[in-house]
């Protein structure tokens, strides 16, 4: 969606790159119930102008129900939104100014592609001239022009949605939402359009608001991923972030794949905690960042490490002493992924772990299913939650 049409930020004249053309979103203890079941309860969330924000969360965790009260499908039961310095709660969609894309795309059959994406400026009232120039601008943005004649049934799913995406933008719109907007996609098509999206975010900037239950596609786009959990906001901020200092047991878990080994707390020095696990296992990690109750000596724990992180180990696998942050076990399977190997090793009847190494390593290809191994990581690289955790907030 990068075609060389557009020479500035928006549709009608220049701007300089960077954004800032965008509105700000705020909402304010919104809630919004279906008789005695909370959809989303009590979220305050502040989306800065220009910046591109993803929620997401499992199903039913509220992202779309969230999405579609900043839409106006969908009246919150509580609390106040805000898109710029106007309060919007109980403001009509079509009175909103905003733009929206949804996974079906919802393009006009019995219209072509221009007039699809004249649609909008039509009921705006717009002039055929203006029109015309808009509509040329917003399909060169998408890659589109030569296929402004054809009608929807005549395109690819891809070619639907640049289309959905062009008749979305082509009113200038400060506030652009995203529905799963590319759910319907298959991997290949889905990972090129989400670099494209990236690059219409930093041409337009807009204000983007973007659901997605897919945590890679989340990771890839987003100026800052929401992360939801039962109505609620578990975690919120950079991609990098929420991958490498998750501050609940949940985030952890739900955004990229994580190995958990449970322990009792044996000593804290700092943010550094010693573990005991079954086996008699030595197990060393930090506290995650941000609990509302860190784990306290005696308390039963979970160490959390991410499968790149951890490493086949060379040590003797006999009966002497085991390191620190090392477990022996045997290979339950090895699976060659192209750029990577995962290794599941089982450790003991109740517990296995992942880990993954890079295909350029050649010092861990040798191993095979069945084979006795040891798999090690550095305390730097896990962290410790609580057996029950929850983060204190955003």
């Not at 009260?69 to 905003?98: E, K, N, Q, Y």
């Not at 890659?143 to 062009?166: C, D, H, I, K, N």
């Not at 995203?178 to 670099?195: N, T």
């Amino acid at each position: 969606m990068t075609g060389p049409g557009v020479s500035g930020a928006r549709m009608q004249g220049a701007a300089p790159a960077g954004g800032g053309l965008g509105r700000p979103i705020s909402m304010e203890g919104v809630s919004r119930r279906y008789g005695e079941v909370v959809a989303v309860d009590r979220l305050d969330l502040q989306i800065a102008s220009g910046e591109l924000v993803t929620l997401l969360g499992p199903s039913g965790s509220g992202k779309t129900t969230t999405l579609m009260m900043v839409a106006g499908f969908t009246l919150p039961s509580a609390g106040h939104i805000r898109i710029g310095d106007r309060d919007v709660t109980h403001v009509p969609t079509h009175r909103r100014d905003i733009g929206v894309v949804f996974q079906q795309y919802a393009l006009f059959p019995h219209m072509s592609v221009a007039e699809n994406v004249a649609f909008p400026l039509r009921m705006r009232g717009i002039g055929r001239a203006e029109r015309d120039d808009r509509v040329a601008r917003a399909l060169d943005l998408v890659e589109m022009s030569r296929f402004a004649a054809r009608y929807p049934t005549e395109l690819s799913g891809g070619q639907q949605q640049r289309v959905a995406f062009a008749r979305a933008i082509v009113f200038d719109p400060p506030v652009l939402l995203l529905d799963e907007p590319l759910g319907a996609l298959d991997k290949k098509l889905r990972e090129a359009l989400q670099i494209e999206i990236k690059a219409l975010h930093a041409r337009l900037g807009l204000t983007m608001v973007y659901v997605t239950h897919d945590q890679a596609e989340a990771l890839a786009i987003s100026d800052r991923v929401v992360v939801m959990n039962e109505g609620r906001l578990e975690q919120a901020g950079p991609p990098a972030e929420l991958y490498e200092a998750p501050t609940s047991r949940f985030v952890a878990d739900f955004i990229g794949e994580a190995n958990f080994i449970r322990g009792e707390v044996a000593s804290t020095e700092g943010a550094r905690v010693r573990l005991g696990a079954r086996g008699g296992a030595r197990l060393e990690a930090l506290a995650a960042p941000g609990l509302a109750t860190p784990p306290a000596v005696g308390e039963t724990a979970e160490l959390m490490i991410r499968p790149e992180r951890m490493r086949v180990a060379g040590i003797a696998l006999g009966d002497g002493a085991v390191p620190p942050n090392t477990l022996i076990g045997h290979i339950e399977d090895r699976s060659y992924i192209g750029e990577a190997t995962r290794l599941t090793v089982r450790i003991r009847d109740d517990l296995s772990v992942t880990l993954r190494y890079s295909n350029t390593r050649a010092a861990a290809t040798g191993v095979a299913p069945g084979a006795r191994i040891a798999v090690a990581w550095d305390a730097e690289d896990a962290l410790v939650f609580p057996a029950s955790s929850r983060a204190t907030g955003a």
